[in-house]
């Protein structure tokens, strides 16, 4: 039996990793991680999941083996695993060469401590492969508020609820505007009615539990604000000295800025962005307080699939800060632009004449476990 990485086209080939150990795996309540498919690929061959990342074939089988492996459900203990080989008589040898083969490519996991149930089901499953399924049960300590709830603010806000974030805190004071609605979720009987109330209709729905009310004195963990035009720096300014995260996404005629998600005193800022293209456009500090008046004038309208693409990739900055990954955005950004919409990474690094990265709040809790 061999256990061979099962690339698929576009994927870099990993060395052949050959099983040889026939130690047997003492605790048979460890199962296979679910969310991982069990295929047939021949009569000699399974493979166990499809991502590249772990996918494994094993080959050189037995038919009876095949028929054994195949036959089992995802997520499967290891002492099913041993009782659907000897149900197909499997040699002892073979049997205790696969059950060890799973475990050396990282097929296997312990079983659950704790259960999720429900519409997180598939979060928890997916991030039990990429990463723990505990991250989607903490994400309902986390408190988020979202500011600027177009199309773009309703996707940011309806993901985290679907992701498992309980307490988001919704701010817009615009009523429901026709091109508010479709994507995110608004709808045409939305429409004249206040911004809040109808995504936090969204959010009951989509995630009962959730929370939406204003924070009041309760500190956010993360602040998304999705403007039209520029950041306003009034906005950022403040959440900057307070030592609140924040993540900027930010509007324009057919491209969005995802990003920078900014940890005060840890990543570059706003105003350092804001000074970077200063320093390329001397005129950009005219412009950019025109685009914060205009922002205010004009709204938010933004076109369908740049607002579901850079809501999606808003959604998962702030996940990885709320689950204490760093975030692709720190010191970055990522530009979605029409007609592609293809996300395009921006690099800001701070700005030596800022001096926001001596701002540390030293009082200032990062939930995220950053430090
Ligand atoms: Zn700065």
Known sequence: MRATPATEPGTTSR????????????DDARR????????????TEVQIGTDPRWATAFTDLSPSATRALH???????????????????????????LVTGFGRAGLLTDPPTTSVTGALVADAT???????????????????????LGRTGAVVATTLASAGVRRIALEDDALVAAHDTGVGGLTARDVGTDRSGAVARLL????????????????????????????????????LTDGVPHLSVVLREASVLVGPLVVPGRTACLGCADLHRSDEDPAWPAVAAQLVARGAR??????????????GLA????????????????????EVRLPDAVPRLVRLPPHPECGCLDLRDPTAADPSGHD
């Not at 959604?315 to 990522?334: F, P």
Request: no cysteine.
């Open 15 to 26: 060395s052949r990793a050959r099983t040889a150990g026939r130690s047997r795996t003492r």
């Open 32 to 43: 296979l991680r679910p969310g991982l498919a069990v295929l047939w690929r021949s009569l």
């Open 71 to 97: 036959s089992l459900s995802p997520g499967a203990d290891v002492r099913t695993v041993r009782a659907a080989l000897a149900a197909e008589r499997v040699a002892a040898d073979e049997a205790e060469e």
């Open 126 to 148: 997916a991030w039990g492969l990429a990463s723990t399924p505990r991250v989607v049960l903490d994400r309902r300590r986390h408190a988020v508020v979202v500011r600027g």
């Open 204 to 239: 009951h729905d989509a995630a009962p539990g959730v929370r939406t009310s204003p924070l009041g004195d309760g500190r956010a963990d993360l602040v998304v604000l999705v403007e039209a035009g520029t950041p306003d720096p009034v906005l950022y300014r403040t959440l």
């Open 298 to 311: 004009t709204g938010d309208a933004v076109e369908s699939t740049l607002a579901a693409v850079a809501g």
């Open 315 to 334: 959604t998962a900055q702030a996940l990885a800060h709320l689950d204490g990954r760093a975030a692709s955005t720190e010191d970055a950004a990522l």
